[in-house]
């Protein structure tokens, strides 16, 4: 599946359904076109600024099979002297939220998520090891230019538990979601096809791997760490406010959408419209990620019996995807009466709201 910009945005008009206060306020997935947050520039390698110069960032495709991507970022230097940190641009204060990433491996060294402390260069480290450190780990230090050895100013450390022999090759996506909530760190790591839904509550996910529950001191930048990570990929980064995915935002919207399936509902939101793919009564982001696996394998989908060349045109492209996103869309807006005071009921008006 490939995950696109829009699957944010129908992920936060989910959350903001519910609570006006739960914001995402940073996210870039490196696209042509794609509307970042907190503005574009966030898209702009050129913003990526490592403080180490030996770091080089640059656009790479990302594979990654149906759950990959289109476009990332790659680091491509090499050795030991490449390791540190790069802060992500316009992130200035994070100190309680969820920051979660979407990344492969080029080699067997170590990716991780610097969390700054106040407006000096410390802080923590959270390293998601791979072949050569099987382990995740919580750093008190942020490691710049030689390569750690995981035996001092380790926090704590756990099993990474992927198993050895791990591709390294940019072939296998990987998750990986950090919660911070007063002060306390939750970590979760595991291949992305293992997610069940990128943006679910952290009860979605199972058991976080690693727990820290002695108070972090954080209120500073966020930023992409790697240990000599030649040629590893970021496809995407996203960071939310206190509230994140709370379980009782997921579970309130899960309800919004009962009450559009009732039999008492207007009959325009029961009827069957094209673009519901999975045949489940509603148009949503399940369908959009299904309408992104029919581009890339059209003979198989077609095998499958599911409608996908939704403007009957004999191709099965970007055109249909808009389609099943507008749907997505109504159905979002339609049990959502804040989104209709605010008379937002297209995509270009919810991308215009959400760019500012």
Not at 146 to 158: A, Q, Y
Not at 257 to 279: F, M, S, T
Request: glycine share 12%.
């Amino acid at each position: 599946m490939r995950k696109a910009s829009f699957l944010l945005f129908v992920a936060t008009l989910f959350l903001l359904a519910s609570y006006a206060s739960s914001e995402v306020v940073f996210y870039a997935d490196f696209e042509k076109g794609s509307l970042g947050i907190p503005g574009d520039f966030v898209n702009d390698v050129g913003n990526y600024k490592s403080e180490n110069r030996s770091t080089f960032w640059e656009y790479s495709d990302f594979e990654g099979r149906e759950i990959g991507g289109q476009r990332s970022l790659i680091q491509i230097g090499e050795g030991c002297r490449t390791t540190g940190n790069t802060n992500l641009p316009g992130v200035k204060s994070f100190n309680e939220g969820i920051i979660q990433v979407i990344f492969s491996f080029g080699d067997d060294d170590s990716f991780g998520v610097k969390l700054q402390t106040g407006r000096t260069f410390n802080g923590y480290v959270v390293v998601f090891g791979y072949n050569e450190s099987a382990i995740l780990a919580l750093l008190g230090y942020v490691p710049k230019g030689k390569c750690p050895e995981f035996n001092n100013g380790v926090l704590k450390s756990v099993p990474h538990g992927l198993g050895g022999g791990l591709d390294q090759a940019n072939q296998v996506p990987y998750f990986g979601r950090i919660v911070v909530k007063d002060g306390k760190l939750q970590v979760w790591y595991m291949k992305l096809e293992d997610v069940p839904n990128l943006y679910g509550s952290a009860r979605s996910l199972g058991r976080p791997k690693l727990e820290y529950n002695e108070k972090l001191n954080l209120g500073g930048a966020v930023g992409l760490w790697h240990e000599s990570w030649g040629h590893g990929k970021v496809d995407s980064i996203l960071i939310t406010d206190r509230y994140g995915f709370e379980p009782t935002l997921w579970e309130n919207n899960t309800l919004l959408w009962e009450e559009v399936k009732r039999e008492d509902a207007p009959a325009k939101h029961r009827e069957y419209v094209r673009g519901d793919l999975n045949k489940n009564g509603q148009v949503e982001l399940e369908d959009v990620k299904l309408m992104r696996m029919a581009i890339r394998h059209p003979a198989l989908v077609r095998g499958w019996g599911w409608d996908v060349d939704l403007n009957d045109d004999g191709e099965i492209d970007e055109a249909d995807v808009q389609i099943v996103k507008q749907k997505a869309v109504e159905a979002i807006v339609a049990a959502a009466p804040s989104l209709q005071r605010k008379k937002v009921g297209t995509w270009g008006a919810l991308k215009r709201r959400y760019k500012h």
